[in-house]
Structure formats: C-alpha cells, structure tokens
C-alpha cells in the first residue's frame, strides 16, 4: 500500500489537528445521514443540542396554576424558517436556464419545498431514457426556490436534487451543482466529500475538509486524509483517541488500523465485506488490497471502475451501467468497446465482439457487412437495453448507407431514437403500417397513419389533433404547481407504461399542452421501438 506524500499539506493538517482534537467530545459523534441515500460517509460530526438548564426565577419548572387567566389571546402555531444570518438557501442554483428546456423559472410555484423533495427523492423504475433526460434536465434547471419553503432546512430541495443525481449515478453534474455552493452547510460538504471520492479524487476530498474548517470531520475521514497527505504520526494519534472516546466503531477501527499499518494488512485475514459500504469505506478497502466489486453497489459506485486502474471488462460493465442510465456519453462506452480485441466469448466479450465489427464494417463504407452484422449488433444490445446507446453510436453514419432487409428497418429505429428523428423519418421509404405510424409520430402527422394495437390508438389519440385543454388529473396544479404536475406526469407515463395506457395518455397529453412537443413524441417512439411495454 502506497499512499502519496505531499509535503506542501502537512504542516497544515499539523496545525489543524489539535482544534480537531479539541472539540467537545458531543461534536465528534457520528450521526446517522439524513439523506434518503443511506450510503453516504459519516465524514462529519454533529454537535448533539442540549436545553439550556432552567435558572432561578424562570417559569420553565414551575407547574401551571389552577384556574389562572391565559396570559395572551389569539396565540397561534406558526412555522418559522430558520437559518444562519449571510447563508443564502442553495435551492435556487442550477447549471441549466429554464428557457433552454421550455419551462418558466417559478416552475416549483407553491408546492411545499417538503413535497417537492420527496418526490425528487422517488426511485423509479424501468424510466423511458427519454423520461430520465427530462428528469435530468428538471434536476439541473436554475429555477426559483418554491414559495412554501421547508421550515426546518434552507436546503432541502437542492440536497434532494443533488441525492437524485446520486442514485442515477450523475456525479459530474452533481459536482459541478456542489462547487456552486458554500460547503460549509454540513450536508453539503458531506455530499461534496463523498463525490470526490468516489471520482477518484482523494485529494481534492481532503482538500474540501481543510478549506472548510467550519465543518467538524468525523474522526474516521480525518484518518484517512491525514493519511493521503502523509501525517501518519497525527492520523495514528487521531485513531488511537477516536477509540478511546468510543468514536470509532470495531469493524471501521480494524479497516483504519490496517489501512494505516501496511504489513497488518498484509498478513491478516481479509476483512468480512461490509453490507453497506459508503464511499469512505470502498477507499480505504481498496487502499488496503481488498477493492469491492462494484456491480452489486448503488450505481453512484459504478464510476470508480472508469479509471484507468480498474481492468477492461470492469470499465466496460460500469460504463454499460451508467450509459443505461442516461449519464455517460455513449461513445466512452464505444471507445472502451473497440479499445482492444476481445479474448474471450460470452456476456460482455460478445457485445465487444459484435460492436467492434459493425465500427469497423461502417469505418470501411461496406454497406453489404454492415447489413450483415447489424441485426447482431440490435439484438446484443436489446439484451441489456442499451438499445439508445447503439442509435447514439452509430444512427448518424449508417444514414449515408444503403442497407438491406432486416438492416434497413433496424437503421430507422436507431434514427428514431436519436434527437434528429425527424430527419432519419423523412430519409426512410415506409414498408409497412408499423412503420407508417413510426414515421408519422416522428414527423408529426399522425392522422392518417393507422393503429395496429391497443398502444397504436392510444398515441393517435395523442398526436392525432392539438391539446387544447390539460387533462383534469392535472388541471388543479397547474395554477400554481406546475413542476408538480410534470413530475406526476413523469410518474405516470413511466408507471403506465407497463400496461396502463390512460396514464400514459394523460402524461403525453400534459407535455404537449405545456408546449414539450419533442419530448413527448420522442417518449411515444421510445414507446413503440424498445417494447418496454406491456
């Protein structure tokens, strides 16, 4: 185990280790996330309030009278919010103006900041990518904190936005939201440490707790960078009172003893994996020779198999993970896939084996070999569903081949689940009503196209004229809670998507009527071509 000595940093992790030392012993315990995500470190602690004690002459211990007269009239229980004098709230910061997406600033209106949260907050399952880059878009927006701000936390909304980001395993873009922020907001600098680490840069962790000496570190994240900066005297002695003060939980104690005593490490037996690990504990694992796999670990976790150090089936197996979830460019995933020749068959080796061949069948303009390797190329994709990641990677260049069969029905849907479905529809010669549908929904004409199923007539009644009026699930939000009524209406295309078309009508019809035409016809296309349905 090697861990990097930056000489420039030790004095300063020197000179910050005795006011560590010399909080009180409540500010250094440990207390349980507060985040719906239930993985994140422990990398602060929080002082535990204690009531002041009631002095002489206070009525705080005194029993009411009997009988006595109220002492005020017309009291009322009102909710005040709180919070540091010069903090602002973060709510209001984004990376995205609403008028690039089509939606107003006061999209949150007056729905309360607590209800906005938890629906941010929701797991859905088995989303439409279209539906997940719209989720995605709405998380990013600089939009107006709501009107009904939460009266116990400045913050809620924008760290539900950012734990969101977290579960889909966006962690560029919820850094590039955390560094618009002040990280001296406890949770903020949690989030904001975990993110670093699990991008692979420990330093700038460590770098983040010494530039926010407001924040009170947990002695467990102190270890650990004391450590990286090469302080192994002050991490020792970190440890060694973190356990005498009952601070440091046995099964985090003996990691931390291991990771600081290199030959312990060696010769002990590999620890039990832990059922939960938070990105403090995958470190120091894998500082200490014993790296998690990281398939079994919330997706948050599939970014630190895409450094160079993991292997190749590793970075390509994260990289699918994450491409599926809509937040990594699909041509990483294509480079990784042609990086090398696969020396090997089955599960991912074929996926390898079968893009590698169509990149370079397209890369030599053979349009006979590429009709020939493209139905393969669907179906191994199809399997995984990264079925947009193919269109990503190569929609543009098989427009300018004539393909055959099967390759050519298959060149289309791939055009169509691009952003220029449009283009790729009026390229395409229609050869039958599945098709005419498909081209018509793309183009935006669908009144003489016919329905063949029950999905077909649903999205006719969608497309087939203009929504002049909201559908009444959602007429009373959109007053005044209109991104309410978008993340219902997101809920229910996804939801409905598994059978229940009048939800999925419903939220199509909304997104037309707030003017999201693309949007809703490339969920509708999604629809038909990657028969996630049903």
């Keep these: ?98 008028e690039a997406i089509g939606l107003p600033r006061d999209l949150w209106g007056r729905t309360p900041e607590d209800r906005l949260a938890r629906l941010l907050r929701k797991e859905r399952i088995d989303t439409l990518p279209s539906m997940q880059a719209f989720l995605m878009e709405l998380l990013l927006a600089e939009f107006a904190p709501p009107e009904a701000a939460a009266p116990d936390s400045r913050n ?95 099964e985090m104690s ?17 620890l039990p994996p832990p059922t939960r690990p938070t990105p403090l504990v995958f470190r120091l694992l894998e500082a200490i020779g014993e790296p998690l796999s990281t398939g079994p670990l919330p997706l948050a976790f599939a970014q630190a198999d895409l450094q160079s150090n993991a292997g190749w089936k590793a970075q390509i197996e994260a990289a699918e993970r994450l491409t599926r979830a809509g937040v990594l ?36 303009g053979d349009a006979t070999r590429v009709s020939q390797i493209l139905p393969g190329a669907w179906e191994a994709m ?3 569903e990264l079925e947009p990641a193919l269109a990503a990677m190569f929609a543009p260049r098989l427009a300018d081949l004539q393909l055959t069969g099967t390759a050519d029905d298959l060149g289309l849907r791939l055009g169509l689940l691009t952003p220029d479905f449009a283009e790729a529809a009026a390229r395409h010669t229609v050869h039958d009503q599945d098709e005419a ?39 009373p939000l959109l007053m005044d809670r209109r991104g309410e009524a978008m993340l219902n209406a997101i ?6 998507a598994r059978g229940d078309y009048r939800r999925v009508e419903a939220g199509l019809k909304l997104l037309r009527y707030q003017g999201l035409e693309t949007v809703a016809r490339r969920t509708a296309l999604e629809m038909i071509v990657l028969e996630r349905n049903g």
């Excluded at 590698?356 to 397209?362: K, N």
């Excluded at 016919?450 to 909201?470: E, I, N, Y």
């Design 491 to 496: 809920d229910d295309i996804t939801e409905g």
């Design 254 to 270: 003996e990691l931390l003893l291991r990771f600081l005593d290199a030959e312990l490490a060696e010769v002990s037996d590999p």
């Design 329 to 364: 460019d699909p041509n990483q995933l294509l480079g990784l896939y042609t990086q090398e020749r696969a020396s090997a068959s089955g599960g991912v080796w074929d996926r390898v084996t079968v893009v590698s061949s169509l990149d370079r069948a397209l890369t030599a």
């Design 156 to 250: 809620m909304l924008f760290l539900a936005r950012i734990d969101r980001l977290l579960d889909m395993g966006a962690l560029d873009q919820a850094m590039a939201l955390l560094e618009q922020t002040e990280s001296s907001d406890p949770e903020i600098f949690r989030r904001r440490f975990d993110v670093a680490l699990l991008l692979g840069q420990e330093d700038k962790a460590c770098e983040i707790m010494v530039d926010t000496p407001s924040v009170a570190p947990s002695f467990p994240a102190r270890i650990f960078c004391l450590a990286r900066h090469g302080d192994w005297q002050a991490a020792a002695l970190s440890l060694d009172t973190g356990r005498a003060l009952g601070q440091i939980d046995p």
């Design 1 to 98: 185990m090697t861990i990097e000595h930056r000489a420039g940093q030790k004095a300063r992790f020197g000179a910050l280790i005795l006011p560590w030392l010399a909080c009180p012993f409540a500010a250094l315990a440990e207390t349980a996330p507060m985040s719906a995500i239930d993985w994140l470190s422990g990398s602060i602690a929080t002082p535990v309030a204690v009531a002041p004690p009631a002095t002489r002459g206070s009525r705080a211990n005194v029993p009411p009278v009997p009988g006595e007269p109220p002492v005020s009239r017309g009291l009322t229980d009102e909710v005040v919010s709180v919070g540091p004098i010069g903090q602002s709230s973060a709510n209001g910061l984004g990376l995205v103006p609403p």
């Design 437 to 475: 549908l498909l081209v018509a929904i793309a183009r935006g004409d669908t009144g003489a196209a016919s329905a063949q199923d029950q999905l077909g007539l649903m999205l006719k009644r969608v497309f087939d004229a203009p929504v002049t009026a909201a559908p009444a699930t959602y007429q």
């Design 382 to 384: 199809q399997g995984q």
